[in-house]
């Protein structure tokens, strides 16, 4: 089973729109970190926002907030006024345990393409 | 404070050669990890050093290997490179379970192997 699913891979949204990039995961860990990378087309991967398991409160940076709803295990990211530089592939990605043979490494969705129309 | 840092940016290998790709941070970051990503896919991890001195391998190690040469430096070699390692290459770098745990990238190296 496919532990980071990102059901869309594509999505397009007006310029100054909200819009919602969805990520489900999967894992048995009580203790886990759900992040949110942007990859526009020079390639690097640049950090967004970071929710652990055990936040009460969804995490929020400037226009960027992540809506987790931890029973339905997602971790949505919501780009709230769009511009035209947030179009760029977005990534979501999971952190599980911190021992043995997965130590903090992050396991990728397959990411989604978001285009900003002006 | 370049952050993560990679060389090269670019190259070009013919089947057989060999090439490190080398990964310097300058946070004091004690793990640091090399991904792929292959077209239109996410990054799938290749080896991790949780920490100085340790190293690991993660979902796709085969015919790489890597060094964890000290706390900022971490290569990743490719012995006899394949078109199967045609990829970009990520290094990442995170403080840790104690020191916040977000993953900062370098910039990517690009590979092709003919």
């Known amino acids: 089973a496919q532990k980071i699913t990102q059901t869309q891979p594509g999505m397009f949204v007006q310029e100054k729109e909200a819009v919602t990039l969805d990520c489900t995961y999967d894992?048995?860990?009580?203790?886990?970190?759900l992040f949110w990378y942007k990859q526009p087309s020079s390639g690097e991967m640049i950090f967004l926002i970071y929710q652990g398991s055990y936040d009460e409160q969804n995490a929020t940076e400037g226009r960027y907030s992540l809506n987790f709803q931890k029973a339905r295990k997602s971790a949505n990211l919501v780009i709230s006024a769009s511009q035209l530089g947030d179009s760029a592939m977005y990534f979501c990605?999971?952190?599980?345990?911190?021992?043995?043979?997965?130590?903090?490494?992050?396991?990728f969705g397959q990411g989604t393409i978001l285009t900003v129309h002006p | 404070n370049a952050g993560v840092t990679q060389t090269p940016k670019f190259q070009v290998l013919k089947t057989g050669q060999s090439m490190t790709l080398q990964c310097a941070q300058d946070m004091n970051h004690n793990s640091m990890y090399w991904y792929r990503q292959d077209p239109g896919m996410g990054l799938r991890l290749i080896y991790y050093s949780a920490s100085e001195g340790t190293t690991d391998k993660g979902e796709v190690p085969n015919g790489y290997n890597v060094s964890r040469l000290n706390k900022r430096e971490f290569s990743l070699r490719l012995e006899s490179a394949a078109p199967s390692q045609t990829s970009v290459y990520f290094c990442a770098s995170t403080q840790g379970l104690r020191g916040g745990e977000t993953q900062y990238f370098g910039p990517g190296t690009r590979l092709l192997v003919l």
């Open positions: 990605a999971m952190r599980e345990g911190w021992s043995g043979t997965s130590y903090g490494k992050l396991t």
């Open positions: 894992t048995s860990d009580q203790s886990y970190g």
